[in-house]
């Protein structure tokens, strides 16, 4: 079927069938035991994917929701040391400064968090970390478990955005010392966009503000949970819940091991295809930060347009990002996160090479071989 192109986006990512026909139920009462079910039944499963037994909220709105409801609940008026080499460690940044005195530990965007930076600016006070884990915008996965031992030394509320790793890769959340923990529903969860989760631990509570938002009081949300049945404090966007429910289902499915051993499979098939072009993998990495195993950032050669570039391989039927911000016409990235197999990865790749060639570039060898050696 040529109707529906191929979302090899770094989210949205395409949904199962049985996530969209759970959306298309009749409505049913948010305040009774068929929902409580649902809710109940999505926690538990996030729980394990997050790697936690703290408290855990399903929030409606994106994972931006949950990144601001994090900042909000818990360093209103505070010192927070922002880590950042993306953009979305730049959002935590932004919304850390609403609230709070944001103190920036920025690297360039693509390589390695300076560490040192961060422990002097816990030691100057700041009271509270926030981290990408994943760090979609660059392809580059940061150190968890390094910064949440520099972040217990120091005493410090350490907040990780997980929205492009959980579910897809491994996070200990509770192992690595994370007090809150969040997701968004459209990444590697591979349900609908407009849902977030976020997990709070008990020492967090022990700081939580006087003054919070209203819709993103995570008390409130706290409250509700512990109502049996389960529930949220306002209306939810229930059909997205149910959906999130079955794409938790299918997770325990697969079962998180083998799933988190597929996502990597199917980002080395990706750079071993680039590397074998010859294209350059975008970040740069040291002893403790690696590729991300959820997302591919590919520098584009010399001389290309990332719009003739995408628009070439949107022609094919596959539709890849480009580059956010100053990053944009200089990299494009494949998201490889969800439900994506190795004939979504190889027509991905396929066209990308065609895509290239015809734009002049000569690859070194053939991508499409090498990747395939890597999925056989
Ligand atoms: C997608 C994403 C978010 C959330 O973005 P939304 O547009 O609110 O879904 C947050 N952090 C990271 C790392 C992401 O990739």
Known sequence: MENEPLLMLPGPVPMPERVRAAMTRQAINHRGAEFGAIYADSV????SLFGTENELFVLSGSGTAAMEAAVANFCAKTAVACLENGKFGERLKKIAGRYGTAVPVVSEWGTPLDLDALEQALEE?????????????????????????IARKHDALFIMD???SIGGDLVEADRWGVDIALTGSQKC?????????????????EQLAEERPYYLDLLAYRKSAAKKPMETP????????????????IIEEEGLAMRIARHKR??????TAARAWGLEIFPTLDAVHAYSNTVTALRIPEGISDAALRGGVRELGVIIAGGQDHLKGRIFRIGTMGAVGAPEVLATLAAVERALRSLGFVPEDDGVQAAAEVLG
């Open 44 to 47: 538990r499963v996030l729980k």
């Open 125 to 149: 006070g700041a009271r509270a970390v926030t981290l990408v884990h994943n760090e979609t915008s660059a392809g580059i996965k940061n150190p968890a478990p390094e910064i949440g031992a």
């Open 162 to 164: 997980g929205v492009t």
């Open 189 to 205: 969860l591979a349900a609908p966009a407009g849902l977030s989760a976020i997990s709070v631990s008990g020492r967090a509570w």
């Open 234 to 249: 306002y209306t939810p966007a229930v059909p997205l819940y149910a959906a999130l429910r079955e794409a938790c289902r």
């Open 266 to 271: 199917m980002s080395e098939a990706v750079r």
